[in-house]
């Protein structure tokens, strides 16, 4: 069966997770999916990444996914925006709780009992964890599968505490830069975003998020990154002994990034027939297909195995199997595996092998003393440096700049909007009638945009930051 | 502070866990607790063994948390098991949910209604998957980290489906031979048992269990595999269609280890001055300790260089911190680091390296050239070694042989009591009024043991088999 065309987004998003074997959408409760070996596969190596990441400056740990009820609403912030969302454990077995459990949202309020324990004086700071575990949501709204979950399945949130707000602010700024890296190494281009006051994380002192565009204009916020200043660590009391023996508040952060990177993975590089992989985190880099004639297969197979020697450090596929080639070919690019090898009579005969790259589709010769594990990688970094460019040239192609409230109203329908605003609440309000929702202020200018930071307010027409609205997931 | 000393095992191990930095015991939730970083990090080296053993010939999967009360109801044997256990989610934010969703207390609920959409034919199977997650238990009995939780976090659960009885049987086998492999390799002696019926996984058809010896003499059960016959498949009618066109019922297995693995690696290897570990799952497996006198410290600590270059491959630490040698040495004994290098200025000048392995603490000395990957390896490998066979003592030390039901009853107070059995529930009941749990029939012997496998029955003097029974974790 065919994919519908990417330009009808929701269908062949919808259709691609099943038909790539990344999830089963067949689960019968609402939200909530199954991982199937491929999928998880993808899955692994994406956050494989993250962890290798993470691991170089955060200690990984596992907090319970239950929270009593009293720890999660003592901040009144954080419960305030969560209390519609939480999933509560009422009944062990056929008892009745005495305090009720909620399934973690988010753990802060697992967490920050701890850290209290933990902290006692300046050395114990920066203290910086993470852990990547599933955390819970009662979404009232339309869940979709890797965008919108109950079961958000692959959470990985980092905590971290510092002396003072100086320090907290200079772990936000590596966050973010973690988070580059992170999506830069698998070619999804994004927007760093000022949160508005009014759209930050529920108990932070500001917010600033990664979003990036999907295929049909909306906007997606795929990593969060939030200073939580002293707010946590006077509700939890943690403190810390000084250089001069005084006891301070520490300062926080907290940041998180979720299995939307692997919706944005998939919606962004794929395209009509099928997934479209960086060669670092596809399940399977390299498949082999051998092209058999009668009385010519011994040849063609011992020449395989030649090729297989010189690429068996990489997760390849010998496919052997009874389908015609053109019945593998279009198998194996559903499942965007980023190098095909076709090896027939006339390659075994002339020692060269038949290349061709996932994104580009076109074919071209190589001898077989090329085939090298460097001349792979150096293929595979040609593939993310061309999904990135062609990433970026389509996320340009649907941004417009407004320079009216009714150019905004226009424009989201179809993309996503730049404009020049103030501040104030006001005026961000006056925006956010028109036209979805204002993810808010730029923090930086993304390297392929050239536009001024500065302009005037496209409400009031005072000192404006360029930033950002649009219909979002 | 000091250890409690391991002969007061139950407050040496509460201790242990915490003074080693595995968990963190204080989180405010009875039977819930924090992986710390060191203890997260043996976790992932233990686990990744298994996962290496299970990805052999099973795909990894993930499977929601939550399932539907109709779903786990759906197999009344199973429900029964587990419906005095179960966390059950009332309520998605302030609104009562239309169907009770239980928090997963083990996944074939969550699994065979989706193994139903899977299986086809014969050309599905055998089917093999596991997943690593977190299943939730409402315990009401004394709770203890890593050995009866409310939250087990790392539940390796397999789900298996067959054609036949045979091929379930098979699988059982290979199952056996999967734990035996993981056990073995972090040198934890075990008997492999055939549970009594009447204590068999709910919905089964027959359990046979890994359990090993804690150091009080009680039996932890660290290991199940479950046939389960075709009991789930006509619950959740998965038929497959047969080479002969007719349709049939699949044969299922499961089979799983939780973190208990971890709780007998602790108890069983360590010892009075804490963590003894096995060289390959250890967090850091050598630690260097300069000894540094004035006018010498250039002199040994690029000595030191030189045998960090002959081990980076391993984790390592190289101990650089303010303490004396001596505590230092405690601090790592703590942490059961596998092999300890202490450097001096003799050791320097003479070019060799004073060499202590953490279970035997003697000394000696190798000369820098024949530190080798290799070397080091092999130590590990007779560290291994002695480790098992040094549990193997201990737990043969910790069995008695009873001719009688009296000798049950005495032995059992501190031992596990070996014995012939005959099938007869009324047999095994008289053994369980005497002694603790009958925890069934050895399915084979352990090498370790020089028994005959046939007796005459303790009870009835009828054709028996090797039996054991102990007060059990």
Known sequence: MALPAKETFSEWFHELIQAAEILDIRYPVKGLYVWLP????LRQLVYGKLREIMDRDHNEVYFPALIPETELGKESEHIKGFEGEVYWITHGGLDPLDVKLALRPTSET?????????IRTHADLPLRVYQIVNVFRYETKHTRPLIRLREITSFKEAHTAHRNQKEAEE??????????????????????????DWDKFPGAVYTIAFDTIMPDGRSLQIGTVHNLGENFARTFDIKYEGFDGNHYYVHQTCYGISERCIAAL???????LGLVLPFDVAPIQIVLIPVLYKDKEKEVLDFCKEVVERIKRFRYVLDLGEERPGAKYYKWELKGVPIRFEIGPKEAENRNIVVSFRDERKKFSVPLEEISEERIR???????????????????GK???????????????SSVVLLYLCKEKSCGEQVENRGGKLLGWLKE????LNFEMEGECIV??????????????
Chains 1, 2 share one sequence.
């Open 445 to 448: 200018l993304p390297n392929f």
């Open 38 to 41: 491929f999928g998880f596969k």
């Open 171 to 196: 772990q936000v700024e590596k966050a973010i830069g973690y988070y580059k890296e992170f999506y830069d190494f698998i070619a999804i281009p994004y927007f760093v975003i000022h949160r508005p």
């Open 110 to 118: 697992a967490m920050y009992p701890m850290f209290k324990l933990w």
């Open 266 to 272: 998939i919606a962004i590089h794929g395209d009509d």
């Open 378 to 396: 150096s293929w595979g970094e040609e593939m993310r440096n061309r999904l990135r460019n062609r990433a970026v040239e389509f996320i340009k």
């Open 460 to 473: 009031c027409g005072g000192k404006g930051t360029l930033a950002v609205a649009s219909r979002s997931y």
């Open 399 to 413: 941004l417009k700049f407004a320079r009216s409230l009714s150019e905004i109203e226009e424009y989201a329908k």
